[in-house]
């Protein structure tokens, strides 16, 4: 019998997402966030570089922009507005009190109820090294959310503390827990992936918009035998 997942919480309102790289969200996490900004809820975006390291043939500063761009342009596929870049060196991305600090002023503004961020193990399916950059970002953003509701750590940052961070989801997660039905969402899913063109033309020859869908949908449909035949994405919630 395979093990069922739990549907994700729904008593929320404000969610903010912590991700390493451009496109991480986009490979699947996009479109749970579609079909939670057409529920009225609110998503913002945090990305802790602009991924210009990312593009083998483009030098560092214009991949940047082009990156910045194509996430801006995602977001908004997905109905999410507010999309900000910390700066981190991308590839090189270190888990430490800097990173924890400014992900923990990052919810201490946005205040929300739900955080979520990607896979911080060392592996993907215990097949593939995952890279540095995503643990770091991973582990940072579990601490962070702890850290933000204590008023005695980073005590400098510009907004007040805020402990109402109730669970923190990990997408892509080998051992996930809940999921969300992206019926609803999962086209814009697709397509918010599609946006991140110049990054997946430098990646493979294959077309754009049939990778994006091969990858999307196929991560969808694989999940709905645990979750009542639904397309789904999954998550691992912690709660706090």
């Known amino acids: 019998m395979t093990d069922q997942l739990e549907p994700m919480p729904d008593d ?3 969610a903010l997402a912590i991700v390493a790289h451009p496109d991480d969200l986009e490979y699947g996490c996009a479109a749970a966030i579609a079909t939670w900004t ?10 802790v570089s602009r991924g210009e390291a990312g593009i083998d043939t483009l030098a560092p500063a214009e991949a940047g922009a082009v990156r910045e761009r194509e996430e801006r342009a995602s977001a908004a596929v997905v109905g999410v507005t507010s999309v900000e870049f910390l700066d981190h060196a991308d590839g090189v991305i270190e888990y430490g009190t ?18 979520i961020t990607l896979n911080p193990d060392d592996t993907w399916g215990g097949t593939y090294w995952n890279t540095p950059d995503h643990r770091a970002v991973g582990r940072a953003v579990l601490d962070a959310a702890g850290d933000a509701g204590n008023r005695w750590i980073f005590p400098d940052t510009e907004a007040e ?18 999921a969300v039905d992206v019926t609803d969402g999962l086209e814009r899913g697709v397509r918010s992936l599609v946006e991140h063109r110049a990054y997946i033309e430098a990646l493979t020859d294959q077309d754009p918009e049939s ?3 091969d990858l999307i949908e196929g991560f969808a449909h694989q999940v709905a035998e645990r979750f009542g035949g639904r397309p789904a994405v999954t998550f691992r919630l912690f709660r706090r």
């Open 38 to 47: 057409d529920q009225g809820r609110e998503v913002a975006y945090l990305i």
């Open 12 to 14: 929320w309102q404000r």
């Open 211 to 213: 990778y994006a869908r």
């Open 98 to 115: 800097a990173l924890r600090k400014d992900i923990a002023a990052a919810i201490r503004r946005h205040r929300p109820e739900l955080v």
């Open 161 to 178: 503390p805020w402990n109402g961070v109730r669970w923190v989801a990990v997408a892509g997660s080998d051992s996930p827990t809940h």
